[in-house]
Structure formats: structure tokens, C-alpha cells
């Protein structure tokens, strides 16, 4: 994501004095998720990238952003049992999953599925509040 070109297109719609209030994914987001994918060979390489709350306020400021507010929090998400291998598939290794076939990539979903024993998404949540200046 290019957040400098986002924030400039926000920046664009929005009237002078309107608020950005937005939240995604930052530093050591999916951190354990990583470490396991990495271990089994498929590093997700550049398909997920997660900032840092001076790296977005600094993206924030270029694009003529003021009041400024980022910050992080956990949210560590437990997913139900019987939902959690579908929910990898679904929402967490797609895009890895799209370079495999059928077969590797149910192996894949079940190999990091067997190492989260306790369905437990690691979730940091990056969150922004900024007005357009």
C-alpha cells in the first residue's frame, strides 16, 4: 500500500476541517502468523506490510494532514475452532494460497492451523485520527 498516494486521495475529497478516522493492521501485526509461514518455507515477502504510528503520522503530514493522533493497540482475536482453518484460508494466507495448487495449499492451511493451537490471531491495530488542514 502506498500510503502517501492514499492520504493524498483522502486529502482530495475531503473539505478543509473534515476528520480522518481510520484503523488498520501496524507494527507486529500477524507476528506469530509470520514467524510460522516463514518457518514453513512461504514468507509472505511484501504482501503485508504494517506500519508504525510516526511512519503513517509522517504520511499523514505530507499529504497536509493536521491534529494528527496515531497509535497502536493489541487486539488479540480468538477464532471458534471449527472456523479457524477456513478464516486462515480466507482472510489471513490468500495470497500465499494463490500461488498453490489445491492439495499444497490445504496442507499449508493445516500446517499453520496445527501450529496456532489456540486460534488465537495476534492482531496490532494501527489507528488514526487526523483533519484535513
Not at 506469530?32 to 503513517?56: C, N, Q, S
Not at 477456513?86 to 494460497?97: I, K, M, P, Q, R
Request: negative net charge; glycine residues 10%; aromatic residues 6%.
Amino acid at each position: 500500500v502506498d500510503h502517501d498516494r492514499l492520504f493524498e486521495n483522502l486529502a482530495a475529497v475531503l473539505r478543509p476541517g473534515g476528520q480522518l478516522v481510520a484503523q488498520c493492521g501496524g507494527a507486529g501485526n500477524i507476528a506469530r502468523m509470520d514467524a510460522i509461514v516463514r518457518e514453513l518455507g512461504h514468507p509472505f515477502d511484501g504482501t503485508k506490510r504494517f506500519a508504525t504510528p510516526e511512519a503513517m503520522r509522517a504520511s499523514l503530514e505530507r499529504a497536509g494532514f493536521v491534529d494528527i493522533e496515531t497509535w497502536l493497540h493489541d487486539e488479540p482475536t480468538d477464532i471458534p475452532a471449527g472456523d479457524f482453518p477456513a478464516f486462515l484460508e480466507t482472510v489471513c494466507l490468500g495470497a500465499l494460497l494463490a500461488e498453490m495448487g489445491d492439495e499444497e495449499g490445504e496442507a499449508f492451511v493445516r500446517a499453520v492451523a496445527e501450529r496456532m493451537p489456540d486460534h488465537r490471531i495476534d492482531y496490532v491495530r494501527l489507528n488514526m485520527m487526523a483533519r484535513r488542514g
